[in-house]
């Protein structure tokens, strides 16, 4: 899978670092949604844990994750030590599929979005803002369907509670919860078959993506200071929690 294109793979859950989309940063040219979707990971069991880690190949780090489940829970523990000054960011990638009437559950807090791209400009150009979860008459957090043809990248605010969730119409849900002081941003993608461009009205899905930094570049990140700076062998360490369930009410109500 080298080399390859991520759009010929987009389906299941990456690990995008150190950026999301393709950039120029520190003499290096990142590819497109990082560098690890596409590289061998070594793993281990230790106890009912799964142990896994990748070194980088543009730069030398060492990206771990540990993988832990209780109930119905799955708990990541993520950890990243640099051998040089990296600036980086992370971002949760898992593409999950919807259903119409599938709907997106953010925080309360959130009622509005940055917009790093909106297919055709229909919520606004990159740097705009909407409004969540109605914006000029559009209902954003129900799912319609791959005909519309609509695909949105959003970002919150920094959070102060770190929790998100898709309901499905049948009431099962997966929710992802994640210390907002480790990582502030949550991203949304909301692709209803308007990408990719090869194959139209055909991809229907939803990436509900904690992250520690905004917008998707790195570039850009750096410049407005909005990524991790990792230190030579100081280790960056934060988490992410991920629940699968159907119970409508316990979702509504842990949002409070």
């Known amino acids: 899978m080298q080399g390859n294109s991520f ?22 040219r990142w590819p497109d949604h990082g560098e690890l979707w596409n590289t061998p ?18 730069s030398p780090y060492l990206f771990k994750r540990r993988l832990t489940i209780k109930e119905t829970t799955l708990r990541i523990d993520y950890e990243v030590v640099s051998e040089k000054p990296l600036s980086a960011l992370w971002s949760a990638h898992p593409l999950l599929r919807v259903g119409p009437g599938s709907r997106i559950l953010l925080p309360l807090e959130v ?12 919520l606004g150009k990159p740097g705009d803002r909407c409004s969540w979860p109605i914006s000029k008459e559009k209902k954003l957090d129900v799912l ?9 990248k959003l970002f919150t605010d920094a959070l102060t509670r770190g929790s998100c969730a898709l309901l499905d119409a049948s009431g099962e849900f997966v929710v992802f919860r994640f210390d907002p002081l480790l990582t502030p941003y949550l991203g949304i993608w909301i692709c209803q078959g308007g990408w990719p461009d090869s194959r139209p009205f055909e991809d229907f899905n ?13 570039a850009e990140a750096a410049a407005q200071d909005a990524c991790r700076h990792l230190q030579p062998g100081k280790p960056l360490r934060w988490w992410l929690e991920i629940e699968l369930g159907k119970n409508k009410e316990e979702i509504l109500l842990g949002r409070k």
């Open 206 to 218: 939803v990436a509900l993506e904690p992250c520690s930094g905004r917008p998707d570049s790195l």
């Open 144 to 152: 319609v369907s791959p005909e519309v043809g609509w695909a949105d």
């Open 41 to 58: 990971w070594a793993f281990e069991f230790q106890g009912e844990a799964l142990l896994m880690e990748v070194r980088g190949k543009k």
């Open 111 to 122: 009622d509005s979005l940055l917009i790093a791209g909106s297919k055709g400009n229909r």
């Open 7 to 28: 759009e010929d793979h987009a389906f299941g859950f990456d690990e995008c670092f150190p950026t999301v989309s393709s950039c120029l940063h520190s003499g290096i």
